[in-house]
């Protein structure tokens, strides 16, 4: 066995390098209680984002985090050649790291991290041949992928890292959705209901009927206004639930393609509904009150973790589940309206 560290051992930490890889929008949120937690054990260091940002909505999320300060930009599969692993072995030193915290688990990028001979490392990629600490990863496979993410911090030392997600909104981003939100009749009192209806694939969307009659039920019985969000890929799937909407909806601009405008729309209401997904993920970051509707994928490790949330899932003998060509559908199908109508009424009266 290894001999491991003590975490006092932690002493003039200066820069800190993360290991990323390329994350999608979930990915970026979920990683970014452990940067905030890392500021907070390290108060004088700089951190490092190591990865590489290929999807260009995730970028804003990124360039707006106030716990990175860097990015060091790395794409292990981009180019599998000597040459590249040489080059970034030689950028890792050059930066001359006192931390990297790795947060993948596989073996050839844990193995050029400790080549770039930071001072410590802590990983728990490959049984922790490469990490100077000792780290805890207990209930793996039912825990919060946030969570799990800080046991990297805890082996630093820490004690009970904050896990809820986190956003900023930028003041160009707040005044728009203001104008916004009044060039569509919506004033600061009306009760402002969010709608997401799709996470990117058909087996994670809730049935677009049901959907509807959802947001009947909450324009009719509790008074809200409807706003819908998600991106120009999710517009079949919009222009399908608003076609069955009897009451007005207001969609997003979708032109203006920022995340960081979505924010500070979603900030703005009362509560919001959605699927699992990216953009849910963005609400639940903004502090907004969320109701997540789960099937295939379970709350426990992709859920929401804001202090005003609701989840619905009615676990079905199969899940979880990653057939993406599921006929049945049960676990989302036997989900009603009413179900859900009800829960938001959770959330508006503990809001």
């Not at 560290?5 to 970026?28: A, H, T």
């Not at 799709?198 to 677009?208: L, Q, T």
């Amino acid at each position: 066995m290894l001999i491991k560290k003590n975490p006092s051992q932690l002493r003039y930490i200066k820069k800190i390098g993360v290991y990323i890889g390329v994350p999608g929008l979930g990915d970026l949120l979920f990683i970014i209680p452990l940067f905030r937690a890392l500021k907070k054990q390290f108060p004088g260091a700089r951190t490092v984002f190591i990865g590489k940002l290929l999807r260009d909505y995730v970028r804003p999320v990124f360039d707006n985090c106030p716990y990175i300060d860097d990015l060091l930009e790395f794409h292990l599969y981009e180019s599998l050649s000597l040459s590249n692993f040489q080059k970034f072995s030689r950028a890792l030193r050059r930066e001359k790291f006192d931390l990297i915290v790795d947060t993948q688990r596989k073996f050839a990028p844990s193995m050029l991290l400790a080549m770039g001979r930071p001072r410590f490392m802590v990983s728990y990629s490959s049984n922790e041949i490469f990490s100077d600490f000792r780290v805890d990863v207990k209930g793996r496979n039912t825990r919060h992928t946030a969570d799990i993410s800080l046991d990297l911090v805890r082996a630093l030392g820490m004690k009970d890292p904050a896990k809820e997600l986190e956003i900023t909104a930028p003041e160009d981003s707040r005044r728009y959705a203001d104008g916004f939100l009044v060039g569509n009749g919506v004033a600061v009192e009306d009760r402002l209901a969010g709608l997401i209806p799709s996470a990117g694939h058909h087996s994670r969307n809730w049935n677009i009927g049901k959907f509807a009659q959802l947001a009947d039920m909450l324009a009719s019985e509790l008074g809200c206004k409807l706003i819908c969000f998600g991106s120009p890929a999710d517009k079949a799937v919009i222009d399908e639930l608003t076609g069955k909407i009897s009451a007005p909806v207001i969609i997003e601009d979708f032109t203006r393609k920022s995340i960081l405008d979505s924010a500070a729309l979603m900030a703005r209401c009362s509560v919001i509904v959605g699927v699992d997904s990216g953009p849910l993920h963005v609400a639940d970051a903004t502090g907004a009150p969320c109701v997540g509707i789960y099937g295939p994928t379970l709350p426990a490790r992709f859920g929401l973790l804001g202090r005003n949330h609701r989840e619905v899932c009615l676990f079905s003998d199969c899940a979880p589940c990653s057939d993406i060509n599921c006929e049945h559908r049960k676990c989302l199908e036997d989900i009603t309206p009413e179900l859900v109508f009800n829960t938001v009424k959770d959330v508006l009266v503990i809001s």
